[in-house]
């Protein structure tokens, strides 16, 4: 719904006001960060891909602005200008508008611009408590509203790491998988690839060469790569310096030591991607793939499990939630839980809020650390739209 | 009744070219009024008016449908246009102004030969250089869309209004998105395209705008040209 008349305005404030009162009784502070931001926060963290559904531009002065396309970045550099030590613990709340460019044109569930309502917690080490925080607050936010047919759907990106770890694999099969665990569509085909020793080396790099550079010789490695380069006649320009081009063959070298994917790793990965369940027995699901595994590890489990039993003593109604073991693979920066609160009556490419666990947005906001953080926005208009939808 | 307006490139080899071709086809543009004015007409087809624009507006005129029909080159078209298979009809590729827009990267990068690696070398590049690997490029849009389409999305585009294979060497950005034609340039600036590297392979192509004004009158004008074309400019048995 939009609100340009007085009564949907009206009834959307009203709304708003009863989530913003769940959020500050809960002890979250309000805070209204500002709609222009810099884009190089937003381009850093989302990568180019922001042009692509922001609206960036260039103001007089030659600096690269966008209007917030969320409030979680803007609430993190609002957190940093505060705090000389971003791990300083807070909580903050805020509502307002946020704008994303629809390559479609807009439609009612995907307007140009919208609102969000939102909480943010920074610093927690307790990490499950934290989350279960946030997501009971959002949820009961949600029901204050008049929203009862709500469901909620856990993804865990950290647990996916957890999961590489029990397969035995080696660091360098860990970056890779973990790399294109983040992009689904080519997934599948990573996997496959993977474990077949069909990736042929593409550089023309002498083999000679290549495994004549040693780590453990950098100086050495360094001028065996310059002399080639100056036989060939190859020029070297730009930024990148003799040193960087080295320490990456030295790393592409190393990688072709290496054997292809375990075929029981594949597999079990494979599988543990697959897996959606209700909340309650994903756990058991994932426990059965662990042990199977070569070497069989509880320790990926038990922050799922606590989760889970925070969530119910906060009083969510587990028979709600489901778990999605590839769920939250394309969700720009979250790092560990990742949620979202759907409405029966919008379906699922309209989920009413969306949440997580975002440890590494402080750093690429400019912070010297990782910050713990969790927070979660709700999409007020479509609130609105499933409470209407409810009542009537 | 009103006129077919057919914009046709205003100068450089893009313009001698569209006017040699029309002659081969039997139809000849002439400049009405004075030599160096912008508007001109086709001896034999009065219905249409003849507008000399510069290649990137006749792309916006396209899209904004104040033309009927435009000579330029497909990468303005799809740099410029993000819905141009529904606003833009392709009547015909005419044979010249080849250019491929390409990726390319220093050629003492030997340790990079497809966009793969360029995601493999973009988080030491950040480490060592406390940024994201920068591409040069006057196609944003294309570019964009191209490393998306790869799964790659750490890097920085920086604008660049013209030199931009001078970029790497000079220091403002690490690669270029640029186009070619005979990887002269790129040679001459130390650079080299990637295996994989290959945007789009465009030309020259007579484009009709899907939401200017047409009539039946003014479809059977554009028909007429299209059937002149088709005799003397044969289309590759490939095209799409």
């Given at each position: 719904m939009t609100t340009e008349t007085t009564r949907d305005f009206g009834a959307l404030e009203k709304q708003t006001q009863t989530l913003m009162s769940v959020f500050t009784k809960a002890s979250y502070e309000a805070v209204a960060p500002t709609?222009?931001?810099?884009?190089?926060?937003?381009?850093?963290?989302?990568?180019?891909?922001?042009?692509?559904?922001?609206?960036?531009?260039?103001?007089?002065?030659?600096?690269?602005?966008?209007?917030?396309?969320?409030?979680?970045?803007?609430?993190?550099?609002?957190?940093?200008a505060r705090h000389a030590d971003p791990r300083t613990p807070a909580r903050y709340c805020y509502s307002g508008a946020a704008f994303r460019f629809q390559p479609q044109g807009a439609d009612a569930a995907h307007p140009?611009?919208?609102?969000?309502?939102?909480?943010?917690?920074?610093?927690?080490?307790?990490?499950?408590?934290?989350?279960?925080?946030?997501?009971?607050?959002?949820?009961?936010?949600?029901?204050?509203?008049?929203?009862?047919d709500w469901s909620l759907r856990l993804g865990d990106l950290g647990l996916f790491s957890s999961i590489l770890d029990v397969a035995g694999?080696?660091?360098?099969?860990?970056?890779?998988?973990?790399?294109?665990?983040?992009?689904?569509?080519?997934?599948?085909?990573?996997?496959?690839?993977?474990?077949?020793?069909?990736?042929?080396?593409?550089?023309?790099?002498?083999?000679?060469?290549?495994?004549?550079?040693?780590?453990?010789?950098?100086?050495?490695?360094?001028?065996?790569?310059?002399?080639?380069?100056?036989?060939?006649?190859?020029?070297?320009?730009?930024?990148?310096?003799l040193s960087d081009i080295t320490e990456h063959l030295i790393g592409v070298a190393e990688g072709r030591e290496e054997k292809p994917l375990d075929s029981t790793a594949?597999?079990?990965?494979?599988?543990?991607?697959?897996?959606?369940?209700?909340?309650?027995?994903?756990?058991?699901?994932?426990?059965?793939?662990?042990?199977?595994?070569?070497?069989?590890?509880?320790?990926?489990?038990?922050?799922?499990?606590?989760?889970?039993?925070?969530?119910?003593?906060?009083?969510i109604d587990l028979d709600r939630v489901t778990f999605a073991a590839e769920f939250g693979r394309t969700m720009a920066y979250y790092t560990g839980l990742v949620f979202e609160v759907r409405a029966k009556s919008l379906g699922p490419q309209s989920p009413i809020a969306t949440g997580g666990r975002y440890d590494g947005l402080m750093r690429a906001a400019g912070a010297s650390v990782d910050v713990p953080a969790v927070g979660a926005a709700i999409h007020t208009e479509r609130l609105m739209t499933a409470t209407l939808g409810a009542s009537s | 009744m009103s006129k077919l307006t057919l914009a046709i490139p205003s100068k450089g080899r893009l313009m001698e070219q569209t006017t040699?071709?029309?002659?081969?086809?039997?139809?000849?543009?002439?400049?009405?009024?004075?030599?160096?004015?912008?508007?001109?007409?086709?001896?034999?087809?009065?219905?249409?008016?003849?507008?000399?624009?510069?290649?990137?507006?006749?792309?916006?005129?396209?899209?904004?449908?104040?033309?009927?029909?435009?000579?330029?080159?497909?990468?303005?078209?799809?740099?410029?246009?993000?819905?141009?298979?529904?606003?833009?009809?392709?009547?015909?590729?005419?044979?010249?102004?080849?250019?491929?827009?390409?990726?390319?990267?220093?050629?003492?990068?030997?340790?990079?030969?497809?966009?793969?690696?360029?995601?493999?070398?973009?988080?030491?590049?950040?480490?060592?250089?406390?940024?994201?690997?920068?591409?040069?490029?006057?196609?944003?849009n294309l570019t964009r869309r191209f490393f998306a389409s790869k799964g790659f999305g750490d890097y920085r585009i920086i604008e660049s209004a013209g030199a931009t294979e001078g970029a790497p060497a000079a220091g403002t950005a690490e690669l270029i998105v640029d186009i070619t034609t005979s990887g002269e340039t790129l040679r001459a600036n130390g650079l080299r395209v990637l295996n994989d590297g290959v945007i789009l392979r465009s030309q020259a192509n007579l484009f009709a705008s899907k939401v200017a004004a047409w009539s039946p009158a003014l479809q059977s004008v554009c028909d007429q040209i299209a059937a002149n074309l088709a005799k003397s400019v044969p289309q590759p048995a490939n095209s799409k």
């Open positions: 709609i222009l931001q810099p884009a190089d926060v937003f381009l850093d963290v989302i990568g180019e891909s922001l042009r692509a559904r922001t609206y960036v531009f260039t103001d007089l002065d030659g600096a690269e602005l966008c209007l917030r396309p969320d409030l979680t970045v803007p609430t993190c550099r609002l957190h940093l140009r611009e919208f609102h969000q309502a939102g909480i943010e917690r920074y610093g927690d080490t307790e990490r499950e408590a934290a989350e279960a925080e946030v997501v009971a607050t959002v949820v009961r936010a949600i029901e204050k509203t008049g929203l009862k694999l080696s660091p360098l099969w860990k970056k890779r998988l973990d790399d294109a665990f983040l992009r689904p569509l080519a997934f599948r085909d990573s996997l496959k690839a993977f474990a077949s020793d069909t990736d042929a080396t593409r550089l023309r790099v002498p083999d000679t060469l290549l495994s004549s550079l040693k780590r453990s010789d950098l100086a050495a490695s360094e001028a065996a790569i310059g002399a080639y380069l100056e036989e060939n006649a190859i020029e070297l320009i730009g930024t990148r310096t594949a597999d079990l990965i494979g599988r543990y991607v697959g897996i959606t369940a209700p909340a309650r027995t994903a756990g058991a699901k994932i426990a059965e793939l662990i042990n199977g595994a070569p070497s069989g590890s509880a320790a990926a489990l038990e922050s799922y499990d606590r989760r889970i039993a925070l969530l119910a003593n906060a009083g | 040699e071709m029309f002659a081969r086809t039997g139809l000849v543009v002439r400049k009405v009024g004075h030599a160096r004015g912008y508007r001109g007409e086709i001896d034999g087809l009065p219905d249409v008016d003849v507008a000399y624009v510069s290649s990137s507006e006749i792309a916006e005129a396209l899209k904004a449908g104040s033309i009927h029909l435009g000579i330029t080159g497909e990468d303005l078209i799809r740099e410029n246009i993000s819905d141009a298979d529904t606003r833009i009809g392709f009547v015909h590729k005419l044979g010249f102004g080849f250019a491929d827009v390409v990726v390319a990267v220093p050629d003492c990068w030997i340790d990079v030969a497809t966009v793969a690696d360029l995601e493999e070398i973009a988080m030491p590049f950040r480490r060592l250089h406390g940024r994201w690997p920068r591409v040069a490029t006057k196609y944003m």
